[in-house]
């Protein structure tokens, strides 16, 4: 039987735990064309939840778009971006193609057979121009290409923080004003929540209180455990409901390293889940993140990963006091501060009853 447990985004129902509220919630947005900004840390499942609502409206008369930032690079990538997500999600309807292929004219669609069906990808036709107004083209055009459309559309923009890299004053500012003039519902979502969500709350930032602001939890603890059970009968294995318990617990209730967990003691169990399984399993676990946890911690300055480890020890709202410093080690005020605010952009720490803490369970338990 193959493993039930998946670590890649889930978006159909029977891989998919609860966030029923959360689906409704994500339902309603759409229909009532409202934006809304999804945040959560990493690996919570913001992903697998808009694609969840995507998969279950699929079959309604909604023009459903997703696109993916991460990693972009320019201007003119946002635009070719969106402009291939369009066309993939609408190229099974011939008329809404052809809508779109005439509004859409600094891109055309390149369509090509591949392994599953066919593959989409665009070509730009206007030559020579920059990388902002080719952007700014692309969401006028979107706007049209809504106008004219008498489906409901929702547009995700993924990992949309990720424009802040281009370092560009205009970006967000050109963004704003033309998803401002759309009538439809757009999501931002991103994983680095403090550079997001200063992108909304900053008085002087163009995105200002233009989204409801929706915090994804972990998941409930009944619901989880369940599920637990549930994929473990699925693939005929037995796992009492006081171990798929332990096995939330354990994670934290955390959507990856729940499924993770739960991978890991499938594989190193018989037929009847036992205690044993589940150590195994989590030192599996701890032994799979290590390595990205070497790697992430390379790329941070000393005094960052002072700091970081003095944290997972000892969550704390006095870092800067003189005790807590001399305790762990940590040099000067000043480093302090800048380690707080590479640790808090990284979405690594977090304060969390008004004490310093880390996010990711794993690594402050690795940590
Ligand atoms: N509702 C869910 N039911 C079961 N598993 C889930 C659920 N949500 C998330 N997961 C698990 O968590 C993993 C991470 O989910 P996903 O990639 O959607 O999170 P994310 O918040 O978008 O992460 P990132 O910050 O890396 O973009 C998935 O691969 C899956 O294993
Ligand atoms: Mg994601």
């Not at 999804?38 to 913001?46: M, S």
């Not at 011939?94 to 509004?103: C, G, H, R, T, V």
């Amino acid at each position: 039987m193959p493993n039930p447990f998946k670590i890649k985004v889930v978006k159909n129902e029977k891989e998919f735990c609860d966030r029923q509220d959360e689906q409704q919630k994500l339902i309603s947005y759409i229909n009532n064309k409202t934006n809304a900004v999804l945040y959560a840390p990493r690996r919570f499942g913001k992903t697998s939840l808009v694609k969840r609502v995507h998969n279950k409206l699929s079959k309604e008369d909604i023009i459903l778009i997703y696109v993916d930032f991460f990693g972009i690079t320019s201007h003119e990538d946002i635009a070719k971006r969106t402009a291939k997500s369009i066309y993939s999600a609408i190229h099974q309807t011939e008329s809404i193609f052809q809508k779109a292929i005439n509004i859409f004219r600094s891109f055309r669609p390149v369509v090509r057979p591949s392994e599953s069906g066919i593959s989409i990808s665009v070509e730009q036709t206007i030559p020579n121009i920059s990388g902002i107004d080719l952007l700014s083209k692309t969401m006028e055009d979107l706007g049209k290409f809504i106008e004219r459309s008498p489906e409901i559309v929702n547009v995700v923009f993924d990992e949309f923080q990720e424009i802040t890299r281009l370092k560009n004053t205009q970006t967000e500012g050109i963004l704003r004003s033309h998803i401002q003039e759309h009538d439809c519902s757009y999501f931002f979502l991103g994983s680095r929540r403090s550079i997001l969500l200063q992108m909304f709350n900053d008085q002087k930032r163009p995105f200002y209180q233009s989204a409801f602001m929706y915090e994804l939890k972990a998941l409930p603890a009944e619901e989880l455990a369940q599920f637990i059970q549930k994929q473990f009968s699925r693939s005929n294995k037995l796992c009492s409901i006081k171990l798929a318990h332990q096995i939330a617990d354990m994670s934290h209730q955390h959507p990856y390293y729940s499924q993770k967990l739960a991978y890991c003691v499938y594989e190193s169990s018989g037929k009847t889940i036992t205690e044993n399984d589940l150590k195994n399993g989590l030192s599996e676990l701890i032994a799979s993140e290590t390595v990205l946890f070497e790697i992430l911690l390379q790329g941070l300055a000393p005094q960052q990963i002072a700091l970081l480890k003095a944290i997972a020890t000892q969550p704390s709202s006095s870092v800067l006091s003189s005790d807590y410093m001399k305790q762990h080690n940590l040099k000067s005020i000043g480093g302090i501060q800048g380690a707080i605010k590479k640790l808090s952009d990284l979405d690594l720490i977090e304060k969390r009853n008004n004490a310093w803490t880390v996010v990711d369970p794993i690594l402050e338990a690795w940590l």
